[in-house]
């Protein structure tokens, strides 16, 4: 079955997208399994704060979302973060304001080494 990949463009899809993080990062991988602020156990859905500052991709078949990836714009995003995290301030200026930072690439286990 063909996959169809898209920009996450409401809140329908936001949620989704959510449910699919859980599935993966709590029920396979153990993480966030305790309290957190940025998982929703009776929702099922995982928070990502650096969301809404990035494009939401998602991946979906047969209506189930399968995969995504996130990308931020450094010069555009808030990537605080991710300058301390990567120590990008000691790039130069120019290279950065073209730079993004990718992240949430997430492969359903059904799709993973196929």
């Excluded at 047969?62 to 995969?67: A, I, K, Q």
């Excluded at 990567?86 to 993004?100: D, F, T």
Aim: charged share 25%.
């Amino acid at each position: 079955m063909p996959l169809d990949i898209q920009l996450v463009k409401n809140s329908d899809q936001e949620s989704a997208v959510r449910r699919f993080w859980y599935e993966i990062y709590v029920e396979e991988m153990g993480r966030h399994a305790g309290q957190s602020t940025y998982v929703d156990h009776d929702r099922r859905e995982l928070a990502n704060p650096r969301q809404f500052d990035a494009d939401l991709f998602m991946a979906t078949q047969n209506g189930e979302v399968v995969g995504t990836l996130q990308s931020a714009y450094v010069g555009v995003a808030d990537c605080s973060h991710y300058i301390d995290f990567y120590k990008l301030a000691e790039q130069p200026l120019a290279r950065l304001e073209r730079a993004s930072i990718t992240s949430k690439l997430m492969v359903s286990k059904h799709h993973r080494a196929s």
